[in-house]
């Protein structure tokens, strides 16, 4: 597999869900967990095996403000993105 240093997370900034592209890791087990600014764990999955290139988060419920996406290849480091909810 080819080494993910960045993926992609549109739209930004969200309002009711967003979108992960994950094709380079297609095949691969994720875990996506998603932080607040303080910190706080607000959303964590895991995915078995990626099967499709893009994975769509809700977030319904989140406050408006800025969250950090991290994506985690099994076996590698967690990848980051910063993303902006506004609703």
């Known amino acids: 597999f080819e080494a993910v240093t960045a993926f992609a ?3 930004n900034p969200a309002s009711e869900s967003f979108s992960i592209e994950l094709s380079k890791l297609q ?5 996506i ?3 607040n600014r303080l910190g706080h764990l607000v959303h964590r999955e ?3 095996e990626v099967a499709d290139a893009i994975h769509q988060v809700r977030i319904n ?3 408006d403000g800025m969250y950090f996406v991290h994506v985690t290849p099994e076996g590698r ?3 980051a993105q910063r993303l902006v909810v506004a609703k």
């Open 9 to 11: 997370l549109f739209p």
């Open 33 to 35: 967990a998603v932080y």
């Open 61 to 63: 419920g989140w406050n």
């Open 46 to 48: 895991q995915i078995e």
């Open 27 to 31: 095949g691969r087990q994720v875990t």
């Open 77 to 79: 480091r967690p990848i």
